[in-house]
């Protein structure tokens, strides 16, 4: 009788309903990819033949030049300067805006709506199109890279730091309010402590990020090893292409170390 | 002086929480607020200095009308006014030294303020405040590394230090063992006395409320129903505080009726 | 307060400072100041250049507003193609990121796997993708299989990366039961493993995806495909007020899909 029973009952890993979720997101998945596949401007028998074209310009790579060594290493020591000094000067500006962009602080809702909007548009544009777009106002040169930098950072750090704001604990607020301490008194005691840490965190995030992206600035004008990089590139020097990259491998190597060393430190 | 005349606390349409308290309260004397939670203790505290908005009524201390100040005068009148708290509410990553002088920051100018540099004065009451409730070996401690009830008493002082003209407390000692409880509450009652200040508690220990205060006032549903001393405070009047809890609110309470509990409902 | 007593010497309180050694808090500061002072003296402005900026500006800004939709089918054309190639290589990247993840966790792999797996993540996020953009544009030609090529790479560093974090966290407890059973390596991966990374992987494909339809707006920039060498040509031709149209449109775009991506996460979790 009750082996009858234990017959009868199936054991399944997904409900109905969920099945059917799941094979109806795999079926628009997989149409999706199709589509892709078929729809783009792709000339397929070059992919097959891309191994092959990826291998020779590794070998006409290959071995690094050493000639330009010290232009090379005088160019990435302005690129970690940009990323630097950029940083520096972006947290001056979205801690502010990070300030209105918090529910809990901001003055009113006019303030919140204008300091998420200076977020997002500043987040969402890539650096190299800022920097793009500074080249063609300000010229090629370090200027520009190093406002792309912080017109990009502003929307990172503004974002990070907006939540860190909202998250924190609401009672040491309450008692600070409670003292009579004007807005500003209650936001140095119970606001800037409890935030100290994820500033931290954040700003040398940020800094990693920039010596990355700084080091393709360049590439569009905005100053640093881009720069030398861009015309390697388009007189086909790819020996001293390699050393470059090998250069840009180094820094960044440098920076997260430098990073990884602050992170211990401070948090 | 304190004087809480007709205070309602209404929130949206429907939700009255306060319906018309009045209480008077002496300088120089330590009253128990008892009552079931969400009687309104908490509320009622805390529209005294309002951290929540009272609806309408009249709140009065040593004469100033608190309930329609703003801004620099709410500050100002807010600094006489200490509140110690269920939770502690302290700056954790802050030192003990630095959440006492919180306390004054209703005096002290912004610039003073970030940069920690405090009138000598102040730092002196600190000290001679925390050596009075046993914490000043703990100045330059993060306020996270003490215990529960050390925490409670760094909240005290900084209530002190704002030199206030009356002192609030939520629940304080809800958040700890018995036995760190009675040293709070015997602190707080003692206080009261060296500085001849008028002290609220909000509390749920009938028997400390008994012990350590000396009048006792009763909440149920947002209306006083119980005020008088806390030997008159008997098993009826428990009852009518707390018996019954889920009964909901009928409208049948009776008043205030001075040093004897109402009828039962 | 309390009543006078005899004066007691004055005490003084200073907060304390956050860098406690005197010596190391003055020499973080000193090489503060000194690297400050060093890189604002090396680098260099021309500033003259600098000075035309404002009028420039006023011009570019003046060009450009308002927006112009005119050619609005290219531009559809060039967001199609930057969608299918964010598509494929998040596809192709997450399918190549789970062997190299698994190569790269400490807890499953064996010294020299976990040095490959790895070094290979590790390589893979070193450049930006601009710059591998460049590359692989130079090896296969303009177009959007560079561009594919690159996001792959970028998704497999960083899916990687994150769903290797993610092994080494798992509770071993779980692997242990398996092994108890008697099951083989891939079933252990499989059903002790797997389930507990998968959830995560899914926040994390969908996370990139959104991450890579932003990044392929950027690798057309120099050649790669996608909106970004639609804008690029615009820029070029000085057709500011299309660039501006393309630029309005790639936030919008980049807007929607953050905030679908977080619906998507939520309603899995």
């Known amino acids: 009788m009750v082996d009858q029973a234990l017959a009868d009952r199936v054991w399944r890993r997904y409900e109905r309903k969920e099945r059917l979720i799941r094979y109806g997101a795999m079926l628009a998945t997989l149409t999706l990819l199709v589509w892709a596949v078929r729809d783009i401007d792709i000339f397929w028998p070059w992919v097959w033949d891309a191994p092959n074209q990826i291998s020779s310009l590794g070998a006409r790579m290959w071995p690094p030049d050493p000639n330009r060594l010290g232009e090379i290493v005088r160019a990435m020591i302005e690129t970690l300067h940009i990323a630097t000094v950029a940083t520096m000067l972006t947290i001056f500006i979205a801690l502010p805006l990070a300030y209105i962009a918090a529910q809990n602080t901001t003055p009113n809702r006019?303030?919140?709506?204008?300091?998420?909007?200076?977020?997002?548009?500043?987040?969402?544009?890539?650096?190299?199109?800022?920097?793009?777009?500074?080249?063609?106002?300000?010229?090629?040169?370090v200027l520009a890279g190093i406002l792309a930098i912080i017109f990009r950072s502003v929307g990172f750090i503004g974002k990070l730091m907006g939540e860190a704001i909202e998250e924190i604990d609401r009672r040491p607020v309450e008692a600070m309010e409670a003292t009579g301490g004007s807005r500003l008194k209650v936001v140095a005691y119970a606001v800037v402590p409890q935030v100290?840490?994820?500033?931290?965190?954040?700003?040398i995030l940020r800094w990693d990020i920039n010596i990355r992206e700084s080091t393709v600035l360049g590439l569009v004008g905005a100053g640093g090893i881009g720069v030398i990089l861009q015309g390697s590139i388009d007189t086909f020097a790819w020996p001293t292409?390699?050393?470059?990259?090998?250069?840009?491998?180094?820094?960044?190597?440098?920076?997260?170390?430098?990073?990884?060393?602050?992170r211990r430190e401070a948090i | 002086m304190l004087e809480i005349s007709n205070l309602v606390k209404r929130y949206g349409h429907d939700e009255v929480v306060l319906k018309g308290l009045d209480l008077t309260v002496e300088d120089n004397s330590v009253v128990a607020i008892v009552g079931a939670s969400g009687a309104g203790k908490s509320t009622m505290l805390r529209c005294i200095n309002r951290l929540v908005e009272p609806t309408s009524g009249s709140i009065k201390l040593n004469g100033t009308e608190l309930v329609n100040l703003k801004g620099r005068a709410l500050r100002r009148a807010r600094r006489k006014i200490g509140m110690v708290f269920q939770g502690f509410n302290l700056i954790d990553r802050l030192t003990v030294m630095e959440n006492v002088l919180a306390g004054r920051l209703g005096y002290v100018t912004l610039f003073q303020a970030i940069s920690r540099r405090y009138p000598q004065p102040d730092i002196e009451r600190a000290f001679v405040l925390m050596e009075r409730v046993g914490i000043a070996h703990y100045a330059n401690k993060r306020a996270d590394e003490l215990s529960g009830g050390e925490r409670q008493r760094v909240g005290v002082v900084r209530a002190l230090m704002q030199e206030p003209e009356l002192l609030l407390a939520d629940e304080p000692t809800a958040s700890l063992d018995p036995r760190t409880s009675e040293q709070i509450m015997r602190l707080l009652h003692d206080l009261a006395r060296e500085l001849s200040l008028p002290v609220l508690i909000n509390i749920h220990n009938v028997a400390q409320a008994r012990a350590y205060t000396e009048r006792i006032v009763g909440l149920r549903h947002g209306r006083m129903i119980f005020d008088g001393k806390p030997a008159d405070f008997d098993e009826k009047a428990l009852d009518a505080i707390y018996g019954g809890i889920e009964a909901s609110d009928d409208g049948n309470q009776r008043g205030v009726v001075a040093g004897l509990p109402a009828g039962e409902p | 307060m309390t009543p006078a007593q005899t004066r007691a010497p004055e005490r003084a309180w200073h907060k304390p400072p956050f860098i406690a050694n005197p010596l190391l808090r003055y020499g973080v500061l000193a090489l503060l100041a000194t690297y400050l002072i060093w890189a604002f003296g090396s680098l260099q402005f021309?500033?003259?250049?600098?000075?035309?900026?404002?009028?420039?500006?006023?011009?570019?800004?003046?060009?450009?507003?308002?927006?112009?939709?005119?050619?609005?089918?290219?531009?559809?054309?060039g967001f199609k193609e930057s969608f299918q190639i964010a598509v494929l290589a998040t596809l192709f990247g997450v399918m190549l990121s789970i062997p190299f993840a698994v190569m790269a966790a400490r807890n499953i792999a064996p010294l020299p796997v976990y040095l490959l797996g790895r070094a290979t993540i590790i390589l893979a996020r070193s450049f930006h993708p601009?710059?591998?953009?460049?590359?692989?544009?130079?090896?296969?030609?303009?177009?959007?299989?560079?561009?594919?090529?690159?996001?792959?790479?970028?998704?497999?560093?960083?899916?990687?990366?994150?769903?290797?974090e993610e092994i080494e966290e798992i509770d071993w407890g779980q692997v242990e039961a398996m092994k108890a059973t008697g099951a083989g390596y891939f079933a252990i991966l499989v059903y002790g493993i797997f389930p507990q990374v998968l959830?995560?992987?899914?926040?994390?494909?969908?996370?990139?995806?959104?991450?890579?339809?932003r990044a392929s707006a950027v690798v057309g920039i120099v050649g790669a495909g996608g909106i970004g060498s639609t804008l690029m040509n615009a820029f070029g031709r000085y057709d500011y007020a299309f660039a501006f149209a393309i630029l309005l449109v790639i936030i919008a775009v980049i807007l929607v899909s953050e905030g679908i991506s977080g619906w998507v996460r939520k309603k899995l979790w």
């Open chain 1, 196 to 203: 100290m840490p994820a500033f931290f965190a954040i700003v």
């Open chain 1, 110 to 141: 006019a303030c919140l709506w204008l300091g998420r909007f200076i977020l997002v548009a500043s987040r969402s544009v890539n650096t190299i199109i800022w920097a793009l777009l500074f080249v063609a106002i300000f010229g090629p040169g």
């Open chain 3, 46 to 77: 021309n500033w003259e250049r600098i000075a035309d900026g404002w009028p420039r500006a006023g011009r570019i800004f003046g060009g450009g507003f308002p927006p112009s939709f005119e050619r609005f089918d290219l531009l559809l054309t």
């Open chain 1, 241 to 262: 292409v390699a050393t470059i990259l090998i250069a840009i491998i180094v820094l960044v190597l440098i920076g997260e170390t430098l990073t990884g060393l602050l």
């Open chain 3, 130 to 164: 601009v710059i591998v953009a460049i590359l692989f544009v130079a090896a296969v030609g303009f177009g959007p299989l560079a561009g594919i090529l690159t996001l792959t790479l970028y998704s497999l560093g960083f899916v990687g990366k994150l769903l290797a």
């Open chain 3, 199 to 213: 959830p995560r992987q899914v926040g994390l494909s969908m996370y990139q995806l959104d991450s890579n339809l």
